[in-house]
């Protein structure tokens, strides 16, 4: 995407600009919210936004007949949310099962694991394209007593390689381990994206990742699921996450949403990121190449792009001073960037693991986009390499 001060911006995996319809909402001056909780005219027409977004959600993703949902503050809340109630729940032998490749959201939970009776497990688990061997998980599990907590990571946000959904109803199928999807990358980036199976137990969003404003997720959850919040206090009317309601966010998620799936053309993307992945592929070769490039379950905006000697923060800074604005690996809280677990855990060397950079593209990728953005890409990528 082309912003206003004329940089190009490829960095939609850590937040997507804001859809224009709710820029229009905002510039319409309508949007003042009263607190939902509020029983006056104000506080019903506040209350009427947040009904209508979840009438939306139920209606988009078809779970309104098995599942609740709650609005959070995005989905490092919501991944918390239900791991930490699954540490909490129950007194019998428990396992929590983190992969090397999750986000750092579910991931750091493991520095908390020593406050709770629980056996945890880092798994890698997955092949040089970064795809998950799920019947070696499976076989895993099988060799484990009790009960069983999972973070599948549906697409992975640095890699755009998607773990498919029915991998995840397999292993419900078979072990009946307690299964959280973190669906952060999903939408509008893969083909059946909408379609979530009613047989798992729970599954996170964030509401920047498509258009939305920051600070505002939601999630869905099994409805008789005895879902406990991570805050304490009042609880609201439409939903019982303690808090007021950050109505302005969550309806924005309403907006950003239909704009998103309006303007996605899976086809399209698709034919797009593939003229990128096997462009790009083959300029950087043999010094480099893109991460999971053999895969067939791809994402369609997003690719990582391996160099063998080069750092990615280097590359980054000559890519934004060259007016095109890409992300790096595992950047932790402070910003410095350490060894990259999800490289590694496809095996490269530990050593060489910041070596990459991500390009992620606006949904609505298509041909004309992609041959433009290559060339752009190509002649920085031919100065620093
Ligand atoms: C796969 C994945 N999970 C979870 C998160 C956390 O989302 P947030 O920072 O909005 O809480 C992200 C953010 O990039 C993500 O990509």
């Not at 697409?155 to 109803?169: C, F, K, R, S, Y």
Request: aromatic share 12%; glycine share 8%.
């Amino acid at each position: 995407m082309k912003l206003t001060n004329k940089r190009y911006y490829f960095d939609y995996n850590s937040s997507s600009p804001l859809a224009k319809s709710v820029i229009k909402w905002f510039t319409s001056g309508d949007f003042f919210v009263a607190n939902p909780n509020s029983l006056h005219t104000s506080g019903k027409k506040s209350l009427k936004l947040i009904r209508e977004t979840q009438n939306f959600l139920f209606d988009t993703f078809k779970l309104g007949s098995t599942h609740k949902v709650f609005f959070h503050s995005g989905a490092t809340e919501g991944i918390n949310t239900f791991i930490i109630n699954e540490l909490n729940q129950g007194d019998g032998e428990k396992h929590l099962i983190l992969f090397e490749t999750d986000h750092s959201s579910a991931y750091k939970i493991k520095n908390i694991t020593d406050h709770y009776k629980i056996n945890l497990h880092l798994k890698t688990l997955v092949n040089s394209d970064g795809e998950l061997q799920t019947d070696q998980l499976i076989s895993f599990i099988q060799t484990l007593k009790g009960k069983i907590i999972i973070n599948f990571t549906w697409v992975n946000n640095e890699t755009g390689i998607i773990w498919p959904l029915m991998e995840a109803v397999k292993i419900k199928q078979v072990t009946g381990a307690f299964i959280h999807v973190d669906a952060t990358q999903s939408v509008c980036k893969i083909k059946d994206w909408n379609q979530l199976s009613p047989q798992l137990d729970a599954y996170t969003y964030s509401g920047h990742k498509f258009g939305s404003l920051t600070g505002v997720g939601f999630s869905f959850y099994k409805k008789d699921y005895p879902i406990q919040y991570l805050v304490n206090g009042a609880k609201g009317v439409l939903h019982s996450r303690p808090g007021t309601p950050n109505t302005t966010g969550i309806y924005s998620v309403y907006l950003a949403l239909s704009e998103t799936m309006k303007s996605y053309d899976y086809a399209e993307s698709l034919a797009a990121i593939n003229y990128l992945k096997d462009n790009l592929d083959q300029l950087v070769k043999p010094q480099g190449f893109v991460v999971g490039k053999n895969s067939t379950n791809r994402c369609t905006n997003t690719i990582s792009l391996f160099l063998n000697d080069k750092k990615g923060q280097d590359l980054l800074n000559i890519f934004d001073m060259n007016g095109l604005e890409v992300g790096v690996g595992s950047a932790c809280s402070s910003g410095v960037l350490g060894p990259n677990r999800v490289l590694i855990a496809y095996g490269v060397d530990e050593n060489k693991s910041n070596n990459s950079i991500r390009f992620s593209f606006e949904t609505d990728l298509d041909m004309e986009k992609a041959k433009n953005y290559f060339e752009m890409i190509k002649k920085v990528l031919m100065k620093a390499i």
